[in-house]
């Protein structure tokens, strides 16, 4: 547990509220990697049973970029197997797809009418993603709000997400201030909780950019959640690294490789920087480095892969599953809707006033 989530705990605590509300969500395009595993999915699969959560596989977000739509299908039912395989647990956690709530589009629409186009054309995301595309959807203009009604029509009040996200979170809580101001108190207004190390995992063959799904497909990029043994040896050894041959902790970024590699044997293994520090002492050179550091990830990802092939050869229970988790999102969801339509003066069918 970060010093941030234990601070909040104990806030919590204190103030005698029950149990804090968490969303988060996850695209279903390309393939996951161990990005947003140790930097989302460990932490929310680790932290269930203190929070209420909602877990939601973002479909309407991937069609903000091209899509194969038949792959998109495959996909969704993947990543849903990969969710429950990494450890969600539908007893402890409601795990849905966004496009079976059908309030989260009416309430982008809603939140659209609140927010000023010039909040959308700062996002970093946005400009990045326009520039690497020759026609820019509307969709991915407005991806920011989706994802702000996402998290506030369900009233959370963390948003547990990697460090790539934290600028959407902020313009969510602008959102919800906004709307609060203008209709009265009306949504919570969330907070992003980053974990410290795992909150931005770096490429294997280029430390200075983030691991991502969109580059997964490059040899050596990334280790992918379901990656077999032997590939994840191979791309960890081949892991771009320095000449210093010092295992230890650093923000130099000549040495952001070996901290790259370091962080992710952190997060795996939830020890210290010291204890890692100290499991190296013994070790020579980068060659033990990456064998080590290898050998944690096959461990963890390991029986993933296996229950997730398990899953996978029963896509009705996955369905059945999903479906379940959808009835508990609407629950929650459909009444906050209803809501916000009677607070912008829309009328809702068959209630006077
Ligand atoms: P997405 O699908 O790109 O990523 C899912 C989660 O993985 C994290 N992540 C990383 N963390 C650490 N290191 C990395 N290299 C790395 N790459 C990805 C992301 O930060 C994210 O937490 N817009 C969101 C999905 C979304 C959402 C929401 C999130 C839609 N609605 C509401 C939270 C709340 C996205 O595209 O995540």
């Known amino acids: 547990m970060t010093t941030e989530i234990k601070i909040q705990q104990a806030r919590a605590d204190m103030s005698g509220e029950t149990r804090r509300r968490v969303f988060s969500g996850i695209q279903p395009s390309g393939d996951v990697q161990l990005g947003n595993y140790l930097g989302a999915i460990k932490g929310w699969a680790d932290r269930q049973a203190e929070k209420e959560n909602f877990f939601c596989i973002v479909d309407l977000h991937a069609l903000t970029t091209p899509q194969d739509p ?7 039912r993947s990543l849903a197997a990969m969710l429950f395989a990494a450890g969600l647990d539908p007893d402890k956690s409601t795990i849905f797809i966004q496009s079976h709530v059908t309030a989260h589009a009416e309430g982008c629409w809603l939140l659209n009418c609140v927010t000023p186009v010039g909040w959308l054309e700062r996002m970093t995301q946005f400009k990045e993603k326009a520039d690497n595309q020759e026609r820019v959807s509307t969709g991915l203009l407005d991806y920011p709000v989706l994802m702000a009604g996402d998290i506030i029509l369900y009233d959370a009040h963390e948003v547990p997400v990697g460090e790539d996200q934290r600028q959407h979170v902020e313009l969510a809580r602008d959102i919800a201030q906004r709307f609060n101001r203008i209709y009265g108190d009306t949504f919570v207004v969330p907070e992003a909780v980053i974990p410290e190390i795992g909150g931005r995992v770096m490429g294997l063959n280029d430390p200075s950019v983030k691991m991502s799904k969109s580059f997964s497909h490059i040899r050596g990029h990334a280790v992918r959640l379901l990656d077999e043994p032997d590939e994840i040896d191979r791309s960890i050894k081949r892991a771009v690294t320095d000449n210093e041959n010092e295992i230890r902790f650093s923000d130099d970024p000549e040495r952001a490789g070996v901290n790259n590699l370091l962080g992710i044997y952190k997060v795996i293994t939830d020890k210290t920087e010291a204890e890692v520090e100290s499991d190296f002492a013994d070790a020579r050179g980068y060659g033990d480095l990456k064998k080590r550091v290898a050998e944690v990830v096959i461990e963890a990802l390991t029986p993933i892969r296996e229950r997730y092939n398990r899953l996978m ?21 459909d009444p906050k809707l209803d809501e916000v339509k009677h607070r912008m003066g829309l009328i809702l069918p068959g209630r006077k006033g």
Not at 70 to 76: C, I, V, Y
């Open 313 to 333: 050869g029963d896509v009705e229970e996955l369905d059945r599953l999903l479906e379940r988790g959808a009835d508990q999102a609407r629950a929650v969801a």
């Open 70 to 76: 038949d792959e998109l299908r495959h996909q969704t």
